[in-house]
């Protein structure tokens, strides 16, 4: 029987960072994953696919609705061609998938291809086709992730009610898909469909769209996505979810209770994911899940047993692939006696949407239920040069800072490039600047990152530069 210091269960961001960096701190170290490619969700159908068929259909809607403004004529029609998109973005997770496998082997990580369950607290089975293998391990790392969840009256077939993982191989554009869900799956891959050409339905039960976002953040993106000729039906209720033939009908109740109802071609169900522990075999570890279905964890991330620790998906918290790897690292330190931590406020938020949305640090809502004093400066991407220069002027940063300390609280902001803009505000609130702070540093000329600057400048003095 081969003896670890550490067996780690799952190898998506969390698990495989784990593994990693348990390797480096001298632990030997072995990875279970059930499927036959690592990276597990976000590598295989996640975060990177979607945003290898976001970043296709952003150059496709761009020729066919900017190039001519640039300067740049393309003779003949602009087409599609789905399958090549489809058959690009599967090019892009094995060559992410193969870095994996090579990093295991550089760190010198044993890989087993099987579904990982627990004998005892220090026993693992792996059930292969060929048989079940049992390893030691010293301590284990629960890193399974999740599952897209969906509503109890939804039959999810798979080839017209669907999931994000098969809205990410579909075989045709959509004529008309309802996405049920307006949080960050459902806008993201409604937005690829929808400039494929594909006409987008978006019903969401909360008053807005991203609800755990700022509330300005809603506003704008609604406002840039109607522009877009997305629909929202928002404070809508489904209750049913019907497939005939080749159509799919949805009905749902509005605010006012009158039934509404939708008919396309697919439904996109995202409505969330939810902690995926199935096979685990947990009880036999003596191991406790919370009310949720979450293992449940202290703030080490360790299990009831003691040498049992979970992360990521499948503990509580942001259910963000960044989030998992922050996770695994601590873990790993924790293991080799170091103090690690984490501060899960300054874990960002992103929506890979055109524009982006990103957001670190607390809302202006939660302050104000907090009863915080404070302060707010924003600025318009449109006021940038280099916004204009490139035609993406849709979109602000808003900064939210102590009204007696100027300490930032918060940083929001929707835009091009916020997704790589977001980690400054994490930077600087992770050195707990304040606004002054920020709009007394340099920022290079013409960039998006200015209006981090000018927000700053607003909010520390009123006195943004260029509006």
């Known amino acids: 029987m081969n003896q670890y210091d550490v067996a780690i269960i799952g190898s998506g961001p969390g698990g495989y960072v784990a593994a990693i960096r348990c390797a480096q701190l001298g632990m030997k170290t072995a990875i279970i994953e059930k499927y036959p490619t690592l990276g597990g969700t976000c590598l295989n159908v996640g975060c990177i696919p979607s945003k290898a068929l976001l970043d296709s259909s952003h150059h496709y809607e761009d020729a066919i609705k900017h190039f ?60 292969k086709e060929d048989g079940v293998e049992t390893i030691e391990a010293k301590n284990s790392i629960i890193a399974t992730g999740s599952k897209p969840s969906s509503l109890p009256f939804i039959k999810i077939d798979k080839e017209r009610v669907i999931t ?12 008309h898909m309802i996405v049920i869900g307006g949080g960050v799956i459902g806008l993201e891959l409604g937005q690829v469909y929808k400039r494929l050409g594909a006409d987008v339905t978006v019903v969401e039960f909360m008053d807005r769209i991203i609800p755990g976002m700022d509330g300005a953040l809603s506003k704008e993106l609604t406002k840039v996505m109607k522009k877009q000729k997305v629909k929202f039906n928002l404070s809508h209720k489904v209750k049913s979810v019907e497939r005939k033939g ?130 707010v400066g924003q600025f ?31 940083v929001h902001m929707i835009g091009a490039r916020c997704a790589d803009l977001i980690a400054e505000g994490v930077t600087a609130m992770e050195f707990r600047a304040s606004a002054e702070d920020i709009s007394r540093m340099s920022h290079a000329h013409p960039t998006f990152a200015e209006a981090v600057k000018e927000a700053a400048l607003a909010a520390t003095d009123d006195r943004a530069l260029h509006v």
């Open 68 to 127: 001519e403004e640039h300067g740049i004529d393309i003779p003949g029609e602009i087409k599609v061609n789905l399958e090549q998109m489809i058959a690009r973005k599967q090019g892009v997770v094995d060559q992410t998938t193969k870095g994996i496998e090579f990093l295991m082997n550089k760190n010198k990580i044993d890989v087993y291809h099987g579904v990982g369950s627990f004998k005892d607290a220090t026993h693992v089975n792996i059930t």
């Open 164 to 175: 994000s993982t098969e809205a990410l191989k579909l075989k045709e554009i959509p004529k």
């Open 246 to 375: 080749d159509e799919v009908i949805v009905k749902a109740d509005d605010k006012k209770g009158k039934e509404v109802t939708l008919t396309g071609d697919y439904c996109l169900v995202s409505v969330g994911r939810k902690p995926y522990t199935d096979g685990l075999n947990v009880e036999a570890a003596g191991v406790q899940l919370d009310d949720r279905g979450r293992v449940a964890v202290n703030e080490h991330l360790q299990t009831n047993v003691s040498n049992i620790y979970a992360i990521g998906d499948v503990v509580k918290g942001a259910m963000l692939a960044h989030k998992a790897e922050e996770e695994g690292t601590m873990v790993a330190e924790i293991l080799a006696g170091q103090k690690p931590h984490i501060d899960y406020n300054l874990i960002p938020g992103v929506v890979y949407t055109w524009p982006e949305v990103a957001a670190v640090g607390k809302t202006e809502e939660q302050l104000k239920e907090e009863g915080v004093d404070y302060k």
């Open 380 to 410: 318009p991407m449109r006021a940038l040069g280099r916004a204009r220069a490139s035609m993406d002027i849709d979109g602000f940063v808003k900064i939210l800072a102590d009204k007696n300390t100027d300490e930032v609280l918060g």
